[in-house]
């Protein structure tokens, strides 16, 4: 059995926008042979996003008990995943890191700072951009299970989960720079520093935000979302995934940097997209056929998500969907290495 990796999360409900960037991308794919010159270690990640009880979102100003999440990252640790990516600091986000390092020290995590343009540089709003990487700052440089430092999550204009004042990419690329400058020697050493970019800044705006980001980061990380495209299930993983795959490394095969599946994930409830029905059966399919996929290729993924999180509620009546878990931390199917 191959042990898989895990990040954390707080996302922001999906917007369901029939994007056709996968169909548009398909006449640019091309049929030869993968040429990326770095490729990350192979791992098998999980997103957190810790707000799946009753009344709990990351927009209520109380914390998250910290007996909840000692019971989430016990219930990720067994489930096989190892590497976690979260998505904010505030709301007792910032209790992962020393909580998982005290109770479980084999899970590695990806931090995640919120990125907004509103109140950017507020240092006394614990939700401000700089408030959020001065503490991941704080946790990268006192812990050694941070591996990643994730700045910002579709934080750019265009982007689907961008705030309602997205970040330059000026802006964005100054906030990489500082946490990289923020890293102790020994934190640089294991933290890797990156941004999360949908296929839209990656590859659609890709001169414009896309190379230009991936400048300052050590890795390429992009979500891709097969459902939104949409693709069916059948043609999900080896076609789509796949074909979007191809074209990232084709982009950024001169940057010489491992690409990293930050987000991937298909819903088990909900209307379906076009040719993209969510359904439990259709989501087990999908995570097996990728695991696969991502074995095969030695790629870096991150599974969206762990838990069904209830309140996400604007998605088009699939956010609440996409956990690999109920919302009571009840797996949907058996995973793959299991």
């Known amino acids: 059995m191959e042990a898989p990796v895990i990040p954390a999360g707080r996302k922001k409900s999906r917007r369901l926008f029939c994007t056709v960037i996968g169909v548009w991308l398909l006449g640019l794919w091309p049929a030869c042979g993968l040429t990326d010159g770095a490729r990350a270690e192979h791992f098998i990640g999980v997103n957190y996003g810790p707000f799946h009880r009753d009344g709990q979102r990351p927009d209520d100003a109380s914390e998250l008990p910290e007996q909840q999440i000692v019971e989430d990252l016990k219930t990720i640790a067994a489930a096989g995943f190892r590497q976690i990516r979260t998505y904010g600091m505030d709301n007792g986000l910032s209790r992962i890191v020393p909580l998982a390092q005290r109770h479980f020290p084999d899970l590695r995590i990806f931090l995640g700072v919120y990125v907004c343009g509103l109140n950017h540089n507020k240092l006394d709003d614990l939700r401000s951009t700089r408030a959020q990487m001065d503490a991941a700052l704080r946790l990268a440089n006192t812990h050694g299970n941070v591996a990643g430092?994730?700045?910002?999550?579709?934080?750019?204009?265009?982007?689907?989960?961008?705030?309602?004042?997205?970040?330059?990419?000026?802006?964005?690329?100054?906030?990489?720079?500082?946490?990289?400058?923020?890293?102790?020697?020994?934190?640089?050493?294991?933290?890797?520093?990156?941004?999360?970019?949908?296929?839209?800044?990656?590859?659609?705006?890709?001169?414009?935000?896309?190379?230009?980001?991936?400048?300052?980061?050590d890795i390429v990380m992009?979500?891709?979302?097969?459902?939104?495209?949409?693709?069916?299930?059948?043609?999900?993983?080896?076609?789509?995934?796949?074909?979007?795959?191809?074209?990232?490394?084709?982009?950024?095969?001169?940057?010489?940097?491992?690409?990293?599946?930050?987000?991937?994930?298909?819903?088990?409830?909900?209307?379906?997209?076009?040719?993209?029905?969510?359904?439990?059966?259709?989501?087990?399919?999908?995570?097996?056929?990728?695991?696969?996929?991502?074995?095969?290729?030695?790629?870096?993924?991150?599974?969206?998500?762990?838990?069904?999180?209830?309140?996400?509620?604007?998605?088009?009546?699939?956010?609440?969907?996409?956990?690999?878990?109920?919302?009571?931390?009840?797996?949907?199917?058996?995973?793959?290495?299991?």
């Open 149 to 217: 430092v994730v700045v910002g999550n579709e934080c750019l204009p265009g982007e689907p989960e961008a705030c309602l004042q997205p970040v330059s990419v000026e802006q964005l690329i100054e906030d990489l720079i500082y946490v990289r400058k923020g890293l102790s020697p020994e934190a640089r050493q294991r933290a890797r520093v990156t941004s999360a970019m949908s296929m839209v800044a990656a590859v659609r705006e890709h001169a414009a935000q896309g190379r230009r980001v991936a400048e300052h980061c």
């Open 222 to 338: 992009v979500n891709i979302h097969p459902f939104f495209a949409p693709a069916p299930v059948e043609e999900a993983v080896h076609a789509n995934l796949d074909g979007s795959y191809r074209r990232l490394t084709e982009l950024y095969a001169q940057a010489g940097k491992p690409i990293v599946i930050g987000e991937i994930g298909w819903p088990s409830a909900g209307p379906p997209n076009g040719p993209a029905v969510p359904s439990a059966e259709n989501q087990r399919r999908f995570i097996h056929e990728l695991v696969g996929y991502g074995r095969a290729r030695t790629l870096g993924v991150f599974l969206f998500e762990m838990f069904d999180e209830p309140w996400k509620t604007e998605a088009g009546g699939v956010g609440p969907h996409w956990g690999l878990f109920d919302r009571n931390g009840r797996p949907k199917f058996a995973l793959p290495w299991n």
